[in-house]
């Protein structure tokens, strides 16, 4: 079907109710065709699975009842290339492509919904970090290709979604971490390797417009407020002072801002009161200070201000 052909079928059905996925037999018969290639052709079904569930973004419920056997198969064929034994030019294709048909579904049905779906193997937390590493230094070979670079935005999205549902393992992360030998030692330093790259690429984030910077939020949120992790958010505040205090009146700033709120709301939103309450303070002096200034002309910003306010007054 070409363009105009989509653009008319589209029409047709905005405003219209929808009883049931009329391309549901479509549907599965692209993902078998994605598995079976072992990930090779999901760039070329990419556009036509936009086109088909795009239509059912008003009415995203009707998906649920095949949504599994939707996203189980092409979550698990995103394990197999990412926790396969080296990341080649080949394997990590396949992966931005995979992630891109997944991220269709995260738009339509919502993030928590689809992430159930998601494998949540503990020993995959450290190999996804290597692979959203990999991808992201994509972004520099992309060029100046937009679907290209679209599809590399996209995978680090999908990929940060899997890392927040991986961080909730209820596991000291320390005992999870390669890079920590001594089991011990690891405990007695404020955190371990793997959580300082977590915090760092979740903070270069921040200030990244699109749905990357609300997934990078997300699992700040979880990561942070995790038993383990008090120095962590500890140090996510001290980090969110200075990094807000050096981007104050820049254009960086406008959209710093915005990523600190989301990440702060999702903190005081899941963690607990007594662990959350010493932190007030600091947090109260960013919204009144760095913070308001920044969200001053930006409607988002402005709205999770309130959220974030209303969040410490609890």
Aim: hydrophobic share 45%.
């Amino acid at each position: 079907m070409d363009e105009s052909g989509e653009g008319a079928s589209l029409l047709e059905h905005e405003g219209a109710d929808l009883e049931f996925v009329e391309e549901a037999s479509e549907i599965t018969s692209i993902v078998a065709s994605v598995t079976e290639s072992e990930g090779a052709k999901a760039a070329f079904h990419q556009q036509r699975w936009k086109t088909i569930l795009y239509k059912y973004q008003e009415q995203s419920q009707l998906l649920d009842g095949f949504l599994e056997d939707i996203v189980v198969p092409l979550s698990s064929l995103l394990r197999q290339h990412a926790t396969g034994a080296e990341l080649s030019p080949a394997a990590l294709s396949r992966i931005t492509g995979v992630c891109s048909l997944l991220s269709v579904l995260v738009v339509v049905r919502g993030y928590k919904t689809v992430v159930k779906f998601f494998p949540h193997e503990a020993q995959d937390l450290e190999r996804v970090l290597a692979v959203l590493t990999a991808v992201k230094a994509m972004v520099t070979t992309a060029g100046d290709d937009d679907e290209a670079r679209a599809a590399v935005w996209e995978a680090q999205s999908v990929l940060m979604l899997w890392l927040s549902m991986l961080i909730l393992v209820p596991f000291d992360l320390a005992t999870i971490d390669s890079s920590a030998t001594d089991v011990l030692a690891a405990r007695a330093q404020r955190y371990t390797q793997l959580v300082s790259n977590l915090l760092s690429l979740c903070q270069e984030y921040l200030h990244h417009p699109g749905s990357v910077r609300g997934m990078s939020a997300l699992l700040l949120g979880r990561l942070l407020t995790r038993p383990d992790m008090r120095a962590a958010l500890e140090d996510f505040v001290a980090w969110a002072e200075g990094a807000l205090r050096d981007a104050d009146g820049t254009l960086r700033g406008t959209f710093l801002t915005p990523g600190v709120l989301q990440a702060l709301c999702f903190a005081f939103k899941l963690g607990q009161r007594a662990r959350l309450l010493p932190h007030t303070p600091r947090v109260w002096a960013l919204l009144t200070g760095p913070l308001a200034r920044g969200a001053e002309g930006s409607t988002l910003s402005c709205k999770l201000g309130i959220k974030l306010l209303q969040r410490l007054a609890l």
